[in-house]
């Protein structure tokens, strides 16, 4: 068998890109805002009803772009639980992370802990909808406005999630996504900024092309722009959209009608939400569980991902600027394991994967969570998904 990495790139028939490809080589405009680059950010905005999307290079310098655009610089509130490139970002713009721990059942940003971090030099809340499950953004929202913060969320998993038939994209005053070959939706690599705020939208505009055009340079800027080889991808990408959630969704249902039985857990998903199926994490009761699973899968050549671990207020480039314990966040980066999920999936490794996790986990019996406080709860529940 061949190997299994946790994802795949979607990749559209080649004539079609190859069409693409034509328009670029007869306008010779390869990048500097493109009319390819303006037809993938329209096309956005109609999918997502926003008023301003910004393709740029990557979702770190989108969030980087975004602290930028809000005159951001000191204290923000912030997740343990998020690929590294979400605090980078803060500590590569001078700010400092201040971590709040996670909901154990949803794995985002625990809103009821959010209010007992600001202080006077809180100035946003960068949350994460993390593997496309939404935050709460209704209380992150409330908590916002109280104390006069600016929200970003970054949306890196988030393209084409709805919660209550609006897109996850419009909520707080900027959202970003990635575009990585990793992800649903890609142009190769990539990343978008999302607001309908038009004044942070000029702002973005001047920061995107380093800080203005032509010889007027108003203010400091950076090269964020992307190219028209990369908005060409994103084209045709963007019209199997459905088609690519469809087949994940698929796969998806079945691994956790297989797993449901077991001593396992996953993130609960709310009501009215419309998901896109990006990731299939699971949660061990331990560590030793899903190590002896990950070793038990990379030996059939299936290689699934630690994702995301460690938290990131352990890594030793963070805790030299701040210094937080957050429980529930370090236990849960100890047990998560995301499972192999991509469009074309065969189904009987689904199968191989499943049968190996159900003949190790049921050697034993199931036992409670130990949390690091040491009381023993069972502290995750299965998310009944029906959409």
């Not at 390819?36 to 096309?43: F, S």
């Not at 700010?95 to 949803?106: A, N, R, S």
């Not at 340079?217 to 019209?239: D, Q």
Request: charged share 20%; with cysteine.
């Amino acid at each position: 068998m061949k190997d299994v990495f946790v994802t795949k790139p979607y990749v559209p028939p080649l004539f079609s890109y190859i069409s693409q490809l034509k328009k670029i080589w007869k306008s010779r405009r390869f990048s500097n805002n493109g009319p390819l680059t303006i037809e993938l950010e329209n096309k956005i905005k109609d999918l997502i009803g926003a008023k301003h999307v910004f393709f740029v290079t990557n979702g770190t310098i989108a969030i980087q772009m975004s602290l930028q655009a809000l005159g951001i610089s000191k204290q923000v509130i912030t997740t343990p639980f998020s690929f590294v490139a979400t605090v980078n970002s803060l500590l590569w713009e001078k700010c400092k992370p201040i971590f709040v721990d996670i909901d154990p059942h949803t794995l985002t940003l625990n809103p009821r802990l959010i209010e007992a971090a600001i202080t006077p030099d809180t100035q946003a809340i960068l949350a994460v909808h993390v593997y496309g499950y939404p935050c709460d953004v209704k209380a992150i929202e409330h908590i916002a406005r109280k104390y006069n913060l600016k929200v970003i969320y970054d949306a890196a998993h988030s393209f084409n999630t709805y919660l209550h038939q609006e897109s996850v994209l419009n909520y707080g005053d900027i959202s970003t996504l990635s575009f990585h070959a990793t992800k649903i939706f890609h142009t190769v690599e990539g990343g978008a900024i999302v607001t309908n705020n038009d004044e942070v939208a000029e702002k973005i505009k001047l920061l995107r092309s380093f800080g203005g055009s032509d010889a007027h340079f108003t203010t400091l800027g950076i090269n964020g722009k992307n190219s028209e080889l990369h908005a060409a991808m994103g084209l045709c990408n963007l019209n199997n959209i459905d088609l690519i959630r469809a087949k994940r969704k698929s796969i998806y249902h079945f691994y956790l009608k297989k797993l449901k039985p077991l001593s396992v857990s996953f993130p609960q998903i709310p009501e009215y939400f419309h998901y896109n199926y990006i990731y299939f994490p699971i949660l061990f009761e331990t560590e030793e569980e899903l190590l002896a699973i990950k070793y038990a899968l990379e030996k059939k050549r299936i290689y699934c991902r630690r994702y995301f671990y460690p938290a990131l207020n352990t890594l030793p480039h963070v805790k030299m600027v701040t210094d937080s314990l957050c429980p529930v966040a370090e236990s849960i980066a100890s047990r998560v394991l995301c499972l192999p999920l991509y469009h074309d999936l065969p189904i009987h490794v689904v199968h191989m994967i499943t049968k190996t996790l159900k003949e190790l986990l049921l050697r034993k019996a199931p036992s409670p969570v130990v949390t690091s406080v040491g009381v023993a709860q069972n502290v995750y529940k299965s998310a009944d998904i029906s959409l």
